[in-house]
């Protein structure tokens, strides 16, 4: 087993790609701590997990603040005496986020505080515990739309995913010798909730963006969380402040 022995903290599991990486990372032998701001849905995942008989345990949390995040790392070395692998998966995709001039700074400062803050304290949190163990994996959700331009704009949303890759970067030479790994993930358009609850089921702003891919598809959770199982695991030991790109080609589609 790729993860066997390994303890995993993944925020966002109670649905989408967190639930999905759960349940794989458990499958491939780690102690899953699946964290989520909805109580009941982490509880969900880690009931899918203990019926397929892997090792999970729900933590009720929100990542944006300092209780949060110092609870659900606490919960992970309580639980299993160490932490290996943080991933920060946790975000928000707001319907009403728009362009700077039109986004209202209660909408700009949620996604912030989520997206990117939410990164930060789990780190703040998290890297201590991994330096104690002597190595460990910090593995960040950012976004295509962090390295591209777009008409149709989300700008809190690609300004947080921005200072994602940012501080990845600045994350991975602070500990990288201290034995702490540090990469980001860019997912294209995932069909995850985040997406499919407003966006796919309007047929325009599908059909803008489904254009622009091509493999001719949006991606699915496992197309991102296979990646994530590689940063995971061992095999990616000298894999470190790495912007991974799985968009199905959506940033190389210049016209």
């Not at 998966?89 to 909408?107: C, L, Q, R, W, Y």
């Not at 912030?112 to 201590?128: A, D, E, F, S, T």
Request: hydrophobic residues 40%; proline residues 4%; neutral net charge.
């Amino acid at each position: 087993m790729r993860l066997e022995n390994k303890v995993c903290l993944i925020t966002g599991a109670g649905s989408g790609m967190g639930r999905v990486a759960s349940q794989l990372f458990a499958r491939e032998g780690a102690r899953v701590v699946a964290v989520d701001v909805k109580g009941n849905e982490a509880e969900n995942t880690v009931e899918l997990i203990v019926k397929s008989g892997g090792k999970a345990v729900a933590v009720q949390a929100d990542v944006s603040s300092d209780i949060g995040a110092k609870k659900m790392v606490d919960a992970a070395v309580k639980t299993y005496g160490k932490l290996d692998v943080l991933y920060n998966n946790a975000g928000i995709f707001p319907e009403k986020d728009h362009s700077v001039i039109d986004t209202d700074s209660e909408v700009w400062d949620k996604v912030y505080q989520v997206n990117l803050k939410g990164v930060y304290l789990g780190c703040k949190y998290g890297i201590p515990e991994m330096i104690k163990a002597g190595r460990g994996s910090v593995i960040n959700i950012a976004s295509f739309v962090a390295l591209v331009g777009c008409t149709v704009p989300q700008d809190a949303y690609t300004a947080s995913k921005g200072g994602v890759i940012s501080i990845t970067k600045s994350l991975a030479v602070q500990f990288g010798p201290k034995g702490v790994r540090s990469n980001a993930i860019c997912p294209g358009p995932i069909e995850t909730p985040l997406l499919t609850e407003w966006l796919l089921k309007e047929p325009t702003e599908k059909a803008k963006r489904l254009n622009r891919i091509p493999m001719g598809r949006f991606g699915k959770p496992e197309d991102i969380v296979y990646l994530a199982l590689y940063l995971a695991s061992d095999e990616s030991s000298w894999t470190n402040g790495a912007v991974l790109v799985v968009d199905g080609g959506i940033t190389s589609n210049y016209f």
